[in-house]
């Protein structure tokens, strides 16, 4: 069992940034991949990064490529997403999520977090 928890969202102005942070539980949080994903008001949840268990490979949505980066410190038992040069259309939910696979796929991870408010205004 994993229990995750997000934290560091909040607002912003567009073209700032905010570094999201989540703390999982477990012994076992090194054996698994992470995803952190989102969801806009009205919209279904979307994939936004993840990161294999080694932090030996990470993937980006095309949206968030090149402004977002995912990392993870096995060590504290926790993954980051660092968003820098945020639009509002950033504005969302964000999720991290633990699983056995790293995919782009939600249904393919077993944990979430509660979720972590992101605003950016214009």
């Known amino acids: 069992q994993v229990h995750l928890v997000e934290s560091g969202g909040g607002l912003v102005q567009a073209g700032g940034s905010l570094r999201l942070s989540c703390t999982a539980s477990g012994r076992t949080f090194s054996s698994y991949a992470m995803g952190w994903f989102r969801q806009a008001p009205g919209k279904e949840r979307d994939f936004v990064a993840r990161?294999?268990?080694?932090?030996?490979?990470?993937y980006y949505a095309d949206s968030v490529k090149g402004r977002f980066t995912i990392s993870r410190d096995n060590a504290k038992n926790t993954v980051y997403l660092q968003m820098n040069s945020l639009k509002p259309e950033d504005t969302a939910v964000y999720y991290c999520?633990?699983?056995?696979?790293?995919?782009?796929?939600?249904?393919?991870?077993?944990?979430w977090g509660q979720g972590t408010q992101v605003t950016v205004s214009s």
């Open positions: 999520a633990a699983g056995r696979l790293s995919t782009s796929t939600s249904n393919d991870y077993n944990y």
């Open positions: 990161i294999n268990w080694n932090s030996g490979i990470t």
